[in-house]
């Protein structure tokens, strides 16, 4: 990192000496950024600037010519596309209320400053018409990101964008506000005035990157600065990225804006203070997800020396989704903080984050809390899905004055949860889906009417096009760093992973990934490693000896989107050549958390081997964390690695709670589809289709959860075995800690295989206990049975009342339940005694396709942990919320 910002900077000082010499400025450093030829081998044309610029040094990889403006732009200027605008120091468009000027700037043009010293400031009583197009986005921007030097640690190269307007500000006398001057951040000039409709021209399409230079000591400039800006100005589609300061920051005024993004920002991304009274939809804020600096992604103030100034500040803000990450320093990344007496009015919020993120709701002042219990501040319709949701409000004794968690929850519409993100799209079965607040029918019609929480309505990214910093480029030009080129089978950059992988990765997309035999993220418990993989990333094995394994101590973080799910599969699959199970090995978690495998009295020197040579699993964390398995398919896996040892889809071995696991898929895997093996992982969203033998399988004391699982055997008729196969220990019966999960919403469709192992619905035996709910099991006359309890220890946990399976329909005309729980009591009998269970014809009475229509009440599993979500329906899915569309695979007929 210190090496690779030493190198930057050498470059930069090279071309700066270049320049003073009277040499261009040409350095050798790749394509940029300019939108132009980026060959880096056409010489700059030689055509003159236009008279209000003067000749500036030529940019290697950049083809257009580069003019320079300084000083004051006193007459309507327009800069053109077709040429790389530099700024010289402090640009000013017009005097304060004097020589007043419009500035336009062409779609597709980009401007940047060579130096901290380099802003654009558009003064009171003048323009900047600066509107780009999806297409062809404004750019500003810095030399080091023309000359391909910047990356994502890249901040504070330059100035940034400040607008100065003429519409009040609490900082003004209100009773003489025509002659209101407030001076602004970074010595820009002064703003301030008494027309709300004033307009500072047009934002629209438009870049700020990579600014924030400390222009004064302790004064950095934020992206793009509003200062006493009015609404007659247009801003819509604007993006800060990686600015050093605030995204933006409003000063007073009344500007209101629509479609903004602001990224990788390192203080607050969203600022307000002084009066500002504005609206703003659609905003999307996503901290450094390399979890490098970063504050609030709100940060609301009225007034830092008199906290009940007039105007109060009170915008009106609807739809937005907040993204922290993890940073930790003297600010950590927050999500919302209320304060110094402001109002506000947040509607179809999604505050999110990692784990380690700070907290995501707070309000801090006696003032603000006051406008929490007088109607000045609402907050409804939003999501808070954090590990710390919420910090109280505590006055000088540190007594709580508001209990924040309480209020939220109070307010209507509002959800602590799970927010089910794919990225920073909401999920087909997220609950940001259909409970938004119609704000423009119940509030004002400047909004956009919309039924959705968020900034996002989980069809259309709206960002798409003309952002930077969100979408990974199409094909990367190199392999990263820890993976090696290897000739394409696939027609794109095939990158190889082999061996014991002992330093943190990242599979960027743009690449084909090639696992070279047994693959191992880190070494069990002595080194650590992450193996990060973007969304989109495809993995393949070319035999069923390659597999890949997450070690003890270390971590995956495979984070797909719906939209571009991580898949996991086979060579013959991704060269389009014909698929079946067990062309490779498949994906292996070992984790630290209990196994009654384990000496219990020495759970910290546990080790138990896990199938297939992986390697060691166990320990004493029943919160330990592999990392992040969200929107991953494994496909056409479970090759026998040892004999009569095949690999499982995905196997979790002593996987802890800590792991967060949903929207799974594994299909037409060889063994299992998933298996855990002790532990306590939770998992939500699970598909599971075509798998030869169990779908689901747990043994060796697995106390985990599981909501919302799909099990479809394949609809030829292909081998299959059970929709749950569950144990205790096998060698032992009675081992502790008892398996013993809780499932909920699990629907199993059988087929007619028959065979040494026939498709059968669910088998509990070995001792296993277990919760199970709201369940549909089905399928085809022929299928085997659908409900089993096998061994005298899990009889007696059932007979016992301890096993339960309430609130659940099965649906299997050949033979719906098998076996007795003890000397005088039937399966059957024990099953339709259970709490709203029930005995349906055939699958038809009960599924349509995948979707439940069977009208049995389920259980409120929410009552049972807060891991559950709650549901109107039993079942894995049901109509009108199809969580499997557009990732999931193999679920057609």
């Known amino acids: 990192m210190a090496l690779r910002k030493l190198l930057k900077l050498s470059a930069i000082a090279s071309a700066l000496v270049l320049a003073g010499c009277g040499g261009d400025l040409v350095v050798n450093a790749g394509n940029g950024n300019d939108g132009g030829d980026n060959g880096g081998g056409t010489p700059p044309p030689t055509s003159s600037c236009p008279a209000f610029a003067t000749e500036g040094s030529s940019l290697a990889g950049v083809s257009?010519?580069?003019?320079?403006i300084t000083g004051t732009i006193?007459?309507?200027?327009?800069?053109?596309?077709?040429?790389?605008?530099?700024?010289?120091?402090?640009?000013?468009?017009?005097n304060d209320n004097a020589n007043s000027a419009t500035l336009?700037?062409?779609p597709g043009t980009t401007l940047f400053g060579k130096s901290g010293a380099d802003y654009l400031v558009v003064a009171r009583g003048s323009k900047i018409q600066a509107v780009g197009t999806a297409s062809a986005p404004i750019v500003m921007t810095s030399v080091n990101d023309m000359l391909g030097l910047s990356d994502d640690e890249s901040a504070a190269e330059w100035g940034?964008?400040?607008?100065?307007g003429k519409a009040p500000t609490n900082k003004c006398n209100q009773a003489d506000l025509a002659n209101c001057q407030v001076e602004a951040e970074g010595e820009a000039g002064p703003y301030g005035g008494a027309d709300e409709d004033d307009s500072s021209g047009a934002l629209k399409y438009v870049q700020v990157r990579y600014a924030g230079f400390e222009v004064i000591p302790d004064n950095e400039l934020n992206g793009i600065t509003f200062a006493g800006v009015g609404r007659g100005t247009t801003v819509e589609y604007i993006q800060v990225h990686n600015n050093l300061d605030d995204g933006v920051e409003f000063f007073g005024g009344t500007v209101d804006a629509k479609y903004v993004v602001l990224t990788g920002?390192?203080?607050?991304s969203l600022d307000w203070a002084d009066g500002w009274t504005g609206r703003m939809q659609h905003v999307l804020v996503r901290h450094n997800p390399n979890n490098t600096k970063a504050n609030r992604g709100i940060e609301g103030d009225?007034?830092?020396?008199?906290?009940t100034a007039l105007p109060v500040s009170k915008p009106r803000i609807a739809n937005m989704t907040i993204i922290g990450n993890t940073f930790d320093g003297e600010d950590d990344s927050e999500g919302v903080l209320l304060r110094a007496g402001t109002a506000a009015e947040l509607y179809n919020f999604v505050i999110t984050g990692p784990a380690g993120m700070g907290e995501c709701f707070e309000i801090n002042s006696d003032e603000s809390v006051t406008n929490t219990g007088n109607g000045e501040i609402i907050f409804r319709n939003s999501i808070i899905d954090c590990a710390e949701p919420f910090k109280n409000s505590v006055d000088g004794n540190n007594n709580v004055t508001l209990d924040a968690q309480a209020w939220f929850r109070a307010q209507p519409g509002n959800i602590v949860g799970d927010a089910l993100l794919g990225g920073y799209i909401p999920a087909p079965n997220s609950p940001a889906l259909g409970n938004g607040y119609n704000v423009a029918n119940n509030v004002d019609p400047w909004f956009d009417n919309v039924d959705y929480i968020g900034a996002f309505d989980g069809t259309t990214d709206w960002t798409e096009g003309w952002t930077v910093g969100i979408h990974p480029e199409d094909d990367l030009a190199a392999c990263p760093a820890g993976t090696t080129e290897v000739n394409s089978l696939t027609g794109r950059l095939n990158c190889q992973l082999t061996g014991d992988i002992t330093s943190n990765v990242t599979l960027a997309s743009g690449a084909d990934y090639v696992l070279s035999g047994r693959v191992r993220v880190g070494v069990d418990n002595t080194t650590a490693a992450t193996l990060t993989v973007q969304p989109g990333v495809r993995i393949f094995g070319k035999s069923g000896a390659d597999f890949l394994v997450v070690t003890r101590g270390s971590k995956i973080e495979a984070n797909g989107t719906a939209a571009n799910p991580i898949v996991m599969t086979s060579v013959q699959d991704v060269i389009g050549s014909p698929t079946a199970a067990g062309q490779w090995g498949g994906l292996v978690l070992l984790g630290k958390a209990p196994s009654n495998k384990c000496n219990q009295a020495d759970l910290a020197s546990c080790q138990v081997a896990a199938e297939g040579d992986a390697g060691n699993y166990g320990g004493n964390n029943p919160a330990d964390s592999s990392g992040t398995l969200n929107y991953v398919v494994v496909k056409h896996a479970g090759f026998e690695v040892l004999p009569d040892n095949e690999l499982n889809g995905i196997t979790f071995a002593g996987v802890g709670s800590g792991t967060q696991c949903s929207n799974i898929q594994v299909h037409q895997n060889v063994d299992d589809g998933i298996e855990m093996f002790g532990g306590s992982v939770n998992c939500k969203n699970v598909v599971l289709t075509a798998n030869g033998d169990d779908s689901v399988d747990w043994a060796d004391g697995w106390n985990g959860k599981l909501q919302f699982v799909l099990v479809k055997h394949a609809a030829d008729g292909a081998k299959a075995n059970r929709g749950i196969e569950a144990d205790n220990q096998s060698g032992n019966f009675t081992a502790t800690p008892v398996s013993n999960p809780t499932i909920a919403n699990m629907t199993i469709i059988g087929n007619t295989f028959d065979g040494d192992d026939d498709s059968e619905g669910v088998l509990l035996r070995a001792g296993t206990n277990a919760q199970l709910a709201n369940f549909v099991i089905t399928g085809p006359t022929g299928m085997g049975e659908c409900l089993e309890i096998e061994s005298d220890e899990s009889r007696a946990l059932a007979a016992s009342g301890s096993l339960t399976m309430t609130n659940s329909v099965i649906a299997c005309p050949t033979e719906a339940v098998k076996g007795t729980v003890s000397a005088t009591t039937t399966t059957e009998q024990w099953f339709l005694g259970q709490?709203?269970?029930?005995?349906?014809?055939?699958?038809?009475?009960?599924?349509d396709g995948i979707f439940t229509i069977d009208a049995t009440a389920p259980k409120d599993m929410t009552a049972v942990d807060s891991f559950f979500d709650a549901v109107d329906f039993v079942g894995a899915v049901k109509p009108g919320n199809d969580w499997t569309a557009g990732w999931a695979v193999g679920l057609e007929d």
Do not use: H, M, P, Y
Request: proline residues 0%; negative net charge; charged residues 20%.
């Open 74 to 94: 006193t007459a309507d200027t327009r800069l053109t596309a077709d040429i790389a605008w530099s700024l010289n120091g402090k640009v000013t468009v017009g």
């Open 64 to 68: 257009k010519a580069v003019c320079e």
């Open 104 to 106: 336009t700037i062409e």
């Open 160 to 164: 940034g964008l400040v607008l100065l």
């Open 265 to 268: 920002n390192r203080d607050d």
């Open 302 to 307: 009225n007034q830092s020396s008199d906290f």
């Open 835 to 847: 709490t709203g269970n029930s005995l349906a014809g055939d699958q038809a009475a009960v599924l």
